[in-house]
């Protein structure tokens, strides 16, 4: 079976997202992770001490969801839930040093796909295209995390 061809903005726009995105699912799962593993990793460490209602807001999921993803990182030894002022009820909990040194790398990785994606194209041509990816978004909704 033949390739899709591939032959309007939007079409060629996904590809390229599609490109992005299976690179960073090879980096994530060299490092034995789902993706909502290393996305909950990846916000521990940018947003230490959070609340499992920030995790379930930021992964969009239920409270169970959120439970079982933490339990899995725990038994990893990548995430710790710690009782705060002797509150049962309230955890934060915090990327362990083995969860950030395991997730440590991906924005580098991230960006050395980029590169790779936009190799092609000369430094005025990203510039130019930069400008016309930042004129279209700029007048579409805000993605949002509530």
Do not use: N
Request: proline share 4%; hydrophobic share 40%.
């Amino acid at each position: 079976m033949d390739a899709p061809r591939l032959t309007t903005t939007l079409d060629l726009l996904r590809w390229i997202g599609w490109a992005q995105q299976k690179a960073g699912e090879e980096w994530i799962r060299a490092r034995e992770l789902s993706f909502a593993q290393a996305f909950a990793l990846g916000y521990l460490v940018r947003s230490p001490g959070a609340i499992q209602r920030d995790l379930q807001k930021m992964t969009r999921t239920s409270a169970a969801s959120v439970s079982s993803l933490l339990q899995g990182l725990e038994r990893r030894g990548l995430v710790e839930r710690r009782t705060e002022g002797g509150d049962e009820r309230s955890k934060r909990v915090y990327a362990t040093p083995a969860g950030a040194e395991l997730i440590a790398g991906f924005d580098a990785a991230m960006a050395a796909t980029e590169e790779t994606i936009l190799a092609p194209l000369d430094q005025a041509e990203r510039d130019a295209l930069h400008a016309l990816l930042t004129k279209i978004t700029s007048v579409l909704p805000q993605p949002t995390r509530d």
